[in-house]
């Protein structure tokens, strides 16, 4: 809830991987949607492993809205 209407750059942290961040960023800058899993960091600057998906979304004149954007920790995935 925290995190609703806000960046998931708040999400990243030192041991979040740079390629993959610029590659979501990219994806984005693109309107394109992103699927990939990485290392985030909660509030706390606790590191957790989980899946990322953004998928854009646009108004009937395909002009970008928002992007919706699920996290599922898979930290624990076995």
Do not use: W
Not at 27 to 54: G, W
């Amino acid at each position: 809830e925290e995190l609703i209407g806000k960046s998931a750059k708040l999400l990243r942290g030192k041991q979040t991987n740079a390629d993959s961040a610029n590659y979501i960023d990219e994806q984005i800058r693109n309107l394109k949607e992103v699927d990939i899993d990485l290392m985030y960091h909660t509030k706390s600057n606790l590191p957790f492993f989980c899946n990322l998906i953004a998928t854009p979304i646009f108004d009937e004149r395909s002009h970008i809205r928002y992007y919706l954007i699920l996290f599922r920790n898979i930290s624990y995935k076995e």
